[in-house]
């Protein structure tokens, strides 16, 4: 009896699996990530489903998401092949969305219009599937992806931002001079978004890089400033840091956290001639 309600159970979550996995891959299907070098980008479609299709199955709950662990452990060559089957859908669902270029700008306009409504509703589970599905209409709306960003960044879920902004980046260098890619985006703010991002992950050399990317093409934006001497301050490079805030200084004198700054900077001394004294 035991063993008939477990395969029963198996049954039953692999159905769960497969209805949700059919589900997500269509929206993301036709999303044409190759067009960008690296592998991280050529990736960045199977990341994004499979970071829902967990989402969604952690809703589940109860027994059959225990189940599901299991499955997980013990049937992963199975899941790996049905997901490899469901790649394959891929064709079909390019023909059989065939429309004309006016008609899917008029569905991306409806779209973006939803998103933004849901966002303003704090419904982000809605948002985020209507900016995906913008994306497997247009895999170079820059603004799609950049809503994107900006809303896992908004729920602090910081390695989908990274990844998406990453894209969004790439994409942004290599259509810079395309007005009908970039629209009213800019790149350095793209850089500066990115590098918010890596700090809160830790990466500092990273966030280090990108703002000064963004410093690059903007040298006295005073919000990228401000941003590379904090950068500068927490990894105790005070000759960096010194030179930030005498630009700062100077980009924005009336700024009332110079004095904090200055503060903090004079701290970072102390503790080097301190680490020298010993």
């Known amino acids: ?31 044409d990530v190759n067009n960008l070098p690296g592998d991280k980008e050529a990736k960045f479609k199977e990341k994004i489903i499979k970071q829902r299709v967990e989402r969604d199955l952690s809703k589940i709950g109860g027994p059959i998401a225990k189940v599901f662990l299991f499955l997980n452990n013990r049937f992963s060559d199975f899941l790996n092949s049905a997901k490899s089957r469901l790649k394959k859908v891929k064709s079909s669902y390019k023909i059989n969305t065939k429309i004309s270029w006016s008609q899917r ?19 982000l589970g809605e948002a985020e599937e209507s900016l995906v599905e913008v994306i497997s209409l247009d895999d170079k709306n820059l603004k799609a992806f950049l809503k994107l960003a900006d809303l896992y960044d908004h729920q602090k879920k910081w390695t989908e931002a990274r990844q998406t902004y990453e894209y969004a980046l790439k994409l942004a ?85 110079l004095a904090d700054l200055s503060e903090k900077i004079s701290e970072i001394e102390d503790t080097v001639e301190e680490s020298e004294n010993k």
């Open 1 to 31: 009896m035991l063993t008939i309600i477990s395969v029963i159970l198996v049954l039953l979550c692999l159905v769960v699996i497969l209805t949700i996995l059919f589900k997500k891959f269509p929206v993301l299907a036709i999303l």
């Open 105 to 123: 700008l008029k569905m991306i306009r409806e779209l973006i219009s939803e998103a933004e409504t849901h966002l303003k509703k704090e419904n």
């Open 173 to 257: 260098r290599k259509h810079k001079d395309d007005s009908s890619v970039m629209g009213d985006s800019n790149l350095s703010e793209i850089y500066w978004s990115l590098s918010l991002v890596l700090r809160e992950l830790d990466d500092l050399n990273g966030a280090y890089e990108n703002i000064q990317e963004a410093l690059d093409l903007e040298p006295n934006n005073p919000r990228y400033l401000d941003l590379i001497l904090d950068l500068s301050i927490i990894k105790k490079d005070k000759e960096s840091a010194l030179y930030y805030l005498e630009k700062l200084a100077e980009v924005n004198p009336e700024n009332n956290k």
